[in-house]
T-cell receptor
Framework: DTGVSQNPRHKITKRGQNVTFRCDPISEHNRLYWYRQTLGQGPEFLTYFQNEAQLEKSRLLSDRFSAERPKGSFSTLEIQRTEQGDSAMYLC????????????FGSGTRLTVV | GENVEQHPSTLSVQEGDSAVIKCTYSDSASNYFPWYKQELGKGPQLIID?????GEKKDQRIAVTLNKTAKHFSLHITETQPEDSAVYFC????????????FGTGTRLTIIP
């Protein structure tokens, strides 16, 4: 078990471009979460999955954002028509209910929109 | 929705002294309160957590206390070491750590050698 893996670690994109991030959770974890963290703030919830089902989405997740977890394993987060306000660290976490261990976060993908 | 306030935003302590970080929450239904440590360029790492049926929990130099009536909880680090320097976040959620967390704004802890 190598923990939660996120790729890429850094992404610089021009405003208006689309970007996609990938998260590989801990293999036995059936819950996967996406959070966004801006400088000097705590992470903010975006969405979460149980297996392949997306169970909740924050109002922060505008229609330009879409997340998928097609086979209940890895997940992707896509941002269309990026804006400068999308610049942030995007964090993925996973958990297994009942293990009593809470979330395990990945190291994040830092997005800079120029 | 839930709102979590955290203070202080920065804290400097001499190595070997204790550090205390405090958080308050607004939703009385919240019943799970984890603390995370985040080092530069890394994701948050869970260091200790507490459920609402427990008033205090300790793990070596780290302890967390919870006052449900006042809706506040605190992180205590004793015998601080340079490697304790990091940003610490408190969080709250309903149900045991498996749904969305609401985080505080963080405390940057600096241990002075």
């Amino acid at each position: 078990d190598t923990g939660v893996s996120q790729n890429p670690r850094h992404k610089i994109t021009k405003r208006g471009q689309n970007v996609t991030f990938r998260c590989d959770p801990i293999s036995e974890h059936n819950r996967l979460y996406w959070y966004r963290q801006t400088l000097g703030q705590g992470p903010e919830f975006l969405t979460y999955f149980q297996n392949e089902a997306q169970l909740e989405k924050s109002r922060l997740l505008s229609d330009r954002f879409s997340a998928e977890r097609p086979k209940g394993s890895f997940s992707t987060l896509e941002i269309q028509r990026t804006e400068q306000g999308d610049s942030a660290m995007y964090l993925c976490a996973s958990s297994f209910p009942g293990q009593g261990k809470g979330y395990t976060f990945g190291s994040g993908t830092r997005l800079t929109v120029v | 929705g839930e709102n979590v306030e955290q203070h202080p935003s920065t804290l400097s302590v001499q190595e070997g002294d204790s550090a205390v970080i405090k958080c308050t929450y607004s939703d009385s239904a919240s019943n799970y309160f984890p603390w995370y440590k985040q080092e530069l360029g890394k994701g948050p790492q869970l260091i200790i957590d507490i459920r609402s049926n427990v008033g205090e929990k300790k793990d070596q130099r780290i302890a967390v206390t919870l006052n449900k009536t006042a809706k506040h909880f605190s992180l205590h680090i004793t015998e601080t070491q340079p490697e304790d320097s990091a940003v610490y976040f408190c969080a709250a959620s309903i149900n045991f750590g498996n749904e969305k967390l609401t985080f505080g704004t963080g405390t940057r802890l600096t241990i002075i050698p």
